[in-house]
């Protein structure tokens, strides 16, 4: 997606039939002087401008506003940035459909200036093709990792997977790179692979986690190792991509590939091969027949977090049955989780998995204890972030020597192993 950077206008169509040739200053209730569009304009740019008083209803009356007066009410921001709060910022930058890369840099200046937590909230709410252009905007983006320094899932859950509207922006790509975990930087750029992100790999020379891809050999990962293949002009990376693939073509995946594949994996099962032949298997069936799905389950409760995430995506597992899996994994961290639910799930399934009250809490000690957590020494004082300390507390005693850290330090008897305050698996 292409961006220009000289308007001001984010990619939001200006609703032609919203135009209002006048407005009413109590809303509408009969005897009052109607404003125009002028008057009103008039009076925020004297307020923005020289301070002159703050207009009444300043948000309400700038959204009564007919769309070219919005449009050009977009050049007062940064001067009403100098007079309103942060929060108020982003309303009326969000009502005057400025671009979001201006909005934020104008809330980062106003008085006083949006909060770090605000700030968050907001841009998790921000769609891919909005969050993309802070791609295009270099001392912005460090500004706002600064204040957003976890893990890039974590802060961003609905651009954790790199969507293809971040593909052409390398200042997203390598905070992605940066701050996400290795096994989901694998999941993400195989599953996603595009010409675009293979140009923006290229640009960067980021190719090292090839390194660190097991299945490529099935319909999940192929088609995007395919398509970075087929696209890259990095030589040695275009050469690990074709020996991932081998003579397995995705783009050619047929109902006999997948048998195949269904037969490799019950064959491995019940021979109990290596892990690594299990999961390649089950990448090349790309499901799991009934018969097998419950061998397939016992040899992953003895796996690492990033093994039960690469089978259960190329396996397309449900949901509740993987959570339960990742959740029991000795090196699980809330960033895995997370990455999880709001992959490539249906909307359906993630409202019917967290309406199970014994699984909710389950996720909740997770990701909401360790939320800035990445299982490092370094990030450990992070554990329970802005929680009271009496939670932190109890939860240090009872539940982080126990199950749940990313670093699952099993204690024993004596801190409370196995004890009563364990969660059980629901």
């Known amino acids: 997606m292409t961006h220009e950077p000289k308007t001001r206008t984010d990619r939001h169509d200006l609703d032609d039939h919203l135009v209002l040739d006048r407005v009413h200053t109590d809303g509408g209730t009969a005897g009052v002087v109607t404003e125009e569009p002028q008057e009103i304009y008039d009076d925020v740019e004297r307020f923005a401008k020289h301070g002159k008083g703050k207009p009444r209803d300043l948000v309400r009356r700038i959204e009564s506003l007919p769309n070219d007066f919005k449009a ?36 980062l200046h106003a008085k006083p200036p949006v909060a770090a937590d605000r700030l968050r909230a907001y841009l998790r709410a921000r769609d891919p093709s909005d969050i993309a252009w802070l791609g295009d905007n270099e001392p912005l983006l460090e500004k706002v990792r600064k204040l957003m320094p976890g893990a890039f899932g974590l802060e961003l859950p609905r651009v954790a997977d790199l969507p293809p509207a971040l593909h052409s922006k390398p200042l997203l790509v390598k905070w ?28 960067l020379n980021e190719w090292s986690w090839l390194d660190r891809v097991h299945i490529a050999k099935g319909y999940a ?23 991932l693939l081998g003579n397995f073509v995705p783009s050619e995946v047929s109902p006999s590939h997948q048998n195949e594949g269904e037969k490799a994996l019950h064959e491995a099962l019940e021979s109990n091969a290596g892990m690594e032949a299990v999961r390649e298997a089950a990448a090349h ?14 040899r992953l409760e ?36 997370v990455a999880l639910i709001v992959g490539k ?30 299982g490092t020494p370094g990030t450990a004082g992070n554990k329970g972030g802005r929680l009271a300390t009496w939670i932190k507390e109890w939860f240090t005693k009872n539940v982080d020597t126990v199950r749940f850290s990313p670093q699952h330090l099993h204690g024993n008897k004596k801190d409370g192993a196995g004890g009563g305050s364990q969660p059980k698996s629901g």
């Open 176 to 203: 992605f790179l940066e701050k996400t975990d290795p096994t989901l930087v694998v999941l993400s750029l195989t599953s996603n692979g595009s010409p675009e992100l293979a140009a923006t790999l290229d640009a």
């Open 302 to 337: 003895r796996q690492s977090a990033g093994v039960i995430l690469e089978v259960a995506t190329a396996t397309q597992m449900a949901l509740k049955e993987a959570l339960h899996l990742l959740l029991d994994a000795a090196d699980v961290t809330a960033e895995q989780v």
């Open 221 to 243: 990962y192929g088609q995007g190792i395919e398509a970075l293949r087929n696209a890259t002009a990095n030589d040695l990376a275009k050469q690990k991509l074709s020996k």
């Open 285 to 298: 069936a790309g499901g799991v027949p009934d018969k097998d799905k419950t061998k397939l389950t016992e």
């Open 345 to 374: 799930q249906l909307i359906d399934d993630r409202v019917k998995v967290l309406s199970d009250d014994t699984l909710r809490a389950r996720l909740r000690k997770v990701v909401e204890y360790y939320r800035q957590y990445d």
């Open 72 to 107: 050009k009410a977009q050049d007062l921001m940064p001067d009403l940035a100098k007079r309103l709060s942060g929060d108020d910022v982003l309303e009326v930058g969000e009502i005057l459909r400025e671009r979001l890369d201006f909005r934020i840099e104008n809330a």
